[in-house]
Structures are given as C-alpha cells and as structure tokens.
C-alpha cells in the first residue's frame, strides 16, 4: 500500500486540523474531513479511502454511533477510533461498533502513524486474499495459553502431527517469537526462521515456502526467531501476510503462540478459525485464562475459543471445576503423563510418534478426528 487515503471524522473544526497535524508519515493522506452527523454519514458512505479515522479528546458516545452506522455498510474501509485513554467497558463498546483499533491520542506522532498504517495494511491484506481462501477450504488454528509451562507447544506440536498421519497436508508456525521451542520439540536444527524471512521484504507464496522446513512426519515448519531481540522485527501485517498465503496451499495451519497478547498475537487469533486455550487443573493457570478470555471477549473473538485441560489429575482440581469457572466445557482433556510427555521432548519426538498408546496420545488423535469430521 503505497498511499492510504484517510477520512477524518472530528465534531470541531479544532479537533480535525490537531489530529490532521498529527499524521506526519508521507504515506498517510487525508482525503475528506467532516463531522460525525447525519451530513458525515453520507460523505464516509460515498468517499473513496482506505480508512475512517474518527477523533475525539472527550468520551466517543457519538463517535461510536457514528462508527457503528459505517460499519454496517462499508466493508471496504477501515475504522479506527483516536482518543484518550479509554475505560474497559467503552473499548468494549468500540470493538462491537467495528472499531479496528483504539489508538491513544497521548501517543506520539510517530506511534500515531504506525498503529493506522499497521491496521490499515491488515485488512488489506485480507481482502486482497478473500478470493483465494474462498477457493481452499483452510483452517488455522492457535494454541495459546497466557501461563508458561502448561503444555501450549506439547499440544500444537502433537496436533500437527496427528493431523498430518490424517493425511492432510499441514503448517505448523511458531509464533512464541521471543523463545519459541517448536524446533526443539521436532529435533529440528537451527535454520531459516521468521525473521529471516520477513527481512527479505517478500511475502509471496512462494517466498514463504521456501523459509518452512519440512519434519519427517510431513509437516513444514517454520521456526521462530532466533534470538528474542529479532522479534521485534515481526509486525502484525506480518502474520496476516503469512497465514494468508498459507491458507492457499495447506489444508490446516496450526500456530503455536506466546504468551503475551501483543498485537502480531492478535493479528494470528483474528485471522485464526479456532483458538485453543490451554489451561492446567491449578488456580494461577485457570486464572490468568479467565482474565485472557474477557480480552479475547473485548476483541470480539470469544466464539473461536475452545478450552483443552492438559495435565488432567494433576491436582484435586476436576474438569467440572474448570468447566464451571471457564462457563465452557472443554472440547479436549489430556491426561498426565509426565513419563511420556519428558520422554518425547528429551527425544525431540512427537508424544504421538514415542508414545502411541499412552491415553494423552489416544485423545488427541481422537479430537484430530474430531476436527476433520466438522470440517
């Protein structure tokens, strides 16, 4: 996008030439401005642009109105809301008006521009691919969990895999981008990774492809950074850039994730068919799920979530406990094993490829199943 082409919405004249002043990078260019009134509406419905930026320095209720009428007819635009720091109930609000994102006017100019042009660039990049997902009934699936040490890459690593002796034809991306341990999982040695591939400035299909590795089991893999000060080098239009293309070519696509719900972690569940929250039968675990799942409820993501219980028996915490705390009942319970589960990572093996007859391998396998029959 070479060029992205704003509607500013402000009440006051004073409002819109501040804000206007504040989009300082020659790639942001305002095209109309107006005020968000019934005037407005007619103007964003029929002014050609890439975005609608909406600005206020008071509470949005009208800004959000105004956001809301838009959303439902321009599919083609992008709407994001500058203002000051906003309470969790009004950026709630925000999202379900189909806000893309809220940006703080407290920010600096050079912030200011980043958030548009990184929102903006993420909903080009996936209608600029609706065509070609429409085509190849791909799916992608996240694992996250906010809480290390719960067993997040055991499932995504072992998912893949059962996925991939289905027959499908299968993507797995570590997307832990500080410290991920996919390759350590699968004994694959140090090679090309993310970082290496978003410096190349290409993400054409077949630039991506050449950056996967492929495991013996059949599945590509691509592999996170190398060292945690590359990560910065990943962008959420990254993310979007890469599983877009991939939905054209892999049957599914599973991403292993941090811990931190940055914005390249937001750009990956977004895009994603289902998240996987995993969680761990004890209180810290169960916790911070509850938190991150109002997160994902404030981001309009809650209906992709399906909660998977690792470790079950681990402590005198059931499945009903979690279930009754989560409000969901969970799609997947994996026994522990720690025996097994050690051994396969020791080994750099699949717990389904060391293991196949352990009761944690037998229910996994099982909802792989699961997942391809409701495909």
């Known amino acids: 996008m070479n060029s992205i082409r704003i509607m500013l919405a402000a009440m006051s004249a004073e409002d819109r030439k501040m804000i206007s002043g504040l989009l300082t990078d020659e790639a942001l260019r305002v095209v109309s401005t107006f005020r968000p009134d019934g005037d407005g509406l007619k103007k964003a419905s029929s002014q050609p642009a890439d975005v609608l930026l909406i600005g206020t320095r008071m509470m949005p209720d009208q800004e959000l109105d105004f956001a ?6 321009r599919s083609d635009i992008t709407i ?5 720091a906003l309470d969790s109930r009004t950026l709630a609000r925000a999202m379900e008006c189909g806000i893309a994102r809220v940006i703080d006017l407290d920010s600096s100019e050079r912030d200011i521009c980043t958030h548009i042009m990184t929102a903006a660039s993420r909903d080009l990049n996936r209608r600029n691919c609706t065509q070609k997902i429409a085509s190849y009934d791909s799916k992608v699936i996240v694992c996250y969990a906010p ?3 719960v067993g997040k890459t055991t499932l995504a690593v072992n998912l893949a895999y059962a996925l991939a ?14 410290f991920g341990e996919v390759g350590v999982f699968l004994d ?3 090679g090309d990774t993310i970082a290496d591939m978003v410096e190349e400035h290409s993400f054409e299909l077949s630039t991506i492809k050449s ?3 492929r495991h013996q089991s059949g599945i590509q893999v691509m592999l996170s950074s190398s060292s945690p000060e590359y990560a910065e080098l990943i962008r959420p239009e990254h993310v979007d850039a890469i599983l877009s293309s991939l939905r054209t070519e892999f049957d599914y696509i599973v991403v292993d994730m941090g811990v931190s719900l940055g914005d390249c972690a937001i ?5 994603a068919d289902t998240i996987l929250l995993v969680v761990n039968e004890d209180i810290a675990s169960l916790h911070d799920a509850k938190r991150s799942i109002k997160v994902l409820e404030a981001l309009n993501q809650q209906d992709k979530i399906k909660i998977v219980v690792n470790k079950d028996g681990i402590s005198s915490i059931t499945v009903k406990n979690v279930a009754n705390l989560l409000e969901a009942t969970p799609a997947l319970v994996i026994p522990y094993d720690l025996k097994s589960a050690m051994l396969a990572v020791n080994r750099g093996i699949p717990l389904l490829s060391c293991a196949p007859n352990a009761k944690a391998t037998k229910e996994i396998r099982n909802f792989a199943r699961s997942l391809i029959r409701r495909a």
């Open 267 to 271: 750009a990956a569940m977004e895009t």
């Open 188 to 190: 694959i040695p140090k």
């Open 211 to 213: 950056y996967l590795i």
């Open 80 to 84: 994001l809301l500058i203002a000051p």
């Open 165 to 178: 002796s289905l027959s499908k034809k299968i993507a797995l991306i570590d997307l832990s981008l500080q």
């Open 68 to 73: 809301e009428r838009i959303f439902t007819t």
């Open 147 to 149: 809480k290390g040490g």
